[in-house]
């Protein structure tokens, strides 16, 4: 199986911050990478695909880079609604694994 | 619009089986691979295993081979996960997530069904 790997675990930020999270996954998914954010008790959401791609609906601070293994979601300027767990997932190969996640927290 | 619709929250005894629903609508379900993603309480999410309801192709991760079935009646849009005799360990929030592109596997996540609650306990 790929492993996908988060980092941070926790990310401690302001609303106005720029702020990136990264994913690496433990041999090459090309660019077969997205991100997900889910709040608490609620569903998760999907934001990026295929690495870069942005979701319809999802705000353009939002935005996906990388490829090959490492990956980065950048959200270019917090917003309060944006303070929920991020979650990437490789769907190269199968099991698609998710990374273990990034709780992003206000400061 | 497209929606998945999952059955509602089990309560169970160690030993007993079970079996959870997710109802797809308004697109084709049978062109869609459906997959199911456990989450325990306070963790994150792990992807168990995917679906092609059009001939019911399956994948299971090896974490859930042999511990779950994943079925699917097209004939009702249905997809389905199910226990032959549950552990408290499998007490969790259970998801079902469509595949965004049609037909491949090789795709997101973009609709999620609400979750389906499932307890274990003695």
Known sequence: DIQMTQSPSTLSASV???????????????SW???YQ?????????LIYKASGLESGVPSRFSGSGSGTEFNLT???LQPDDFATYYCQQYNSYPGTF????????? | EVHLVQSGAEVKKPGESLKISCKGSGYSFTSYWIGWVRQMPGKGLE????????DSDTIYSPSFQGQVTISADKSISTAYLQWSSLKASDTAMYYCARTSLVTTIRSAFDIWG?????TVSS
Not at chain 1, 38 to 46: A, I
């Open chain 1, 16 to 30: 106005g911050d720029r702020v990136t999270i990264t994913c690496r996954a433990s041999q090459s998914i090309s």
């Open chain 1, 33 to 35: 990478l997205a991100w």
């Open chain 1, 38 to 46: 889910q709040k608490p008790g609620k569903v998760p959401k999907l």
């Open chain 1, 75 to 77: 959200i270019s300027s």
């Open chain 1, 99 to 107: 990374g273990q996640g990034t709780n992003l927290e206000i400061k």
């Open chain 2, 47 to 54: 992807w168990m295993g995917i679906i092609y309801p059009g």
């Open chain 2, 114 to 118: 609400q979750g389906t609650m499932v």
